[in-house]
């Protein structure tokens, strides 16, 4: 009664070693197809992701690299630009400063130029008005030089005779 694949392990109880062995062959097979047609292919896709999500990872490790290097250019050329406008700043006030001299040089030349012009004028209208001084007392010299003539003067007749042209002289004016 009892067969040479079963033991009896106690109050009626048995195993069926041959059961066991089917039910492992059969487990091995099936774990054997898995692994061919599940496992291999999830596997595959397991590693693919695995290598996409390695990419990705090392694609932001290069963008972060590449953006540190743009932002520090960034700055450089932020820097080189403030540079720049502050000569260009420098370079306008310098400017602006030699054109205030240029205008206070010019301005004081002109002036200058104005006061000789003026000496100049006051020189001619003296000599002109010199000339006519000299006429008229050359005019007044000969006409009191007649009178004189024509009468024997004293003293006091003289001085109000020479009073009496001179005001002539300064009406006639």
Same mark, same amino acid.
């Given at each position: 009664?009892?067969?040479?694949?079963?033991?009896?392990?106690?109050?009626?109880?048995?195993?069926?070693?041959?059961?066991?062995?089917?039910?492992?062959?059969?487990?091995?097979?099936?774990?054997?197809?898995?692994? =061919?047609?599940?496992?291999?292919?999830?596997?595959?896709?397991?590693?693919?992701?695995?290598?996409?999500?390695?990419?990705?990872?090392?694609?932001?490790?290069?963008?972060?690299?590449e953006?540190?290097?743009?932002? +520090?250019?960034?700055?450089?050329?932020?820097?080189?630009?403030?540079v720049?406008?502050?000569?260009?700043?420098?370079r306008?006030?310098?400017?602006?400063?030699?054109?205030?001299?240029?205008?206070?040089?010019?301005?004081?030349? +002109?002036?200058?130029?104005? &006061?000789e012009?003026?000496?100049?004028?006051?020189?001619?209208? &003296?000599?002109?008005?010199?000339?006519?001084?000299?006429k008229?007392v050359?005019?007044?010299?000969?006409?009191?030089?007649?009178?004189?003539i +024509?009468?024997?003067?004293?003293?006091?007749?003289?001085?109000?005779?020479?009073?009496?042209?001179? =005001?002539?002289?300064?009406?006639?004016?």
């Amino acid at each position: 009664m009892f067969s040479t694949n079963m033991f009896v392990l106690g109050a009626g109880v048995g195993i069926n070693t041959g059961d066991i062995i089917f039910q492992l062959v059969t487990f091995l097979i099936l774990l054997a197809l898995l692994k =061919k047609y599940a496992f291999g292919p999830l596997m595959g896709i397991m590693k693919e992701r695995e290598q996409h999500i390695s990419s990705e990872i090392e694609s932001a490790e290069r963008n972060h690299v590449e953006s540190k290097q743009l932002l +520090e250019e960034q700055r450089a050329l932020l820097k080189e630009a403030r540079v720049e406008a502050q000569e260009l700043i420098e370079r306008a006030k310098k400017q602006a400063e030699d054109q205030k001299e240029g205008i206070i040089a010019a301005a004081k030349a +002109e002036a200058v130029s104005m &006061k000789e012009a003026a000496v100049t004028e006051i020189q001619s209208e &003296k000599v002109q008005a010199i000339t006519a001084l000299q006429k008229q007392v050359a005019s007044l010299s000969v006409l009191i030089a007649s009178k004189v003539i +024509e009468k024997e003067l004293k003293e006091e007749d003289q001085a109000a005779l020479v009073q009496q042209y001179i =005001k002539e002289a300064g009406e006639a004016r």
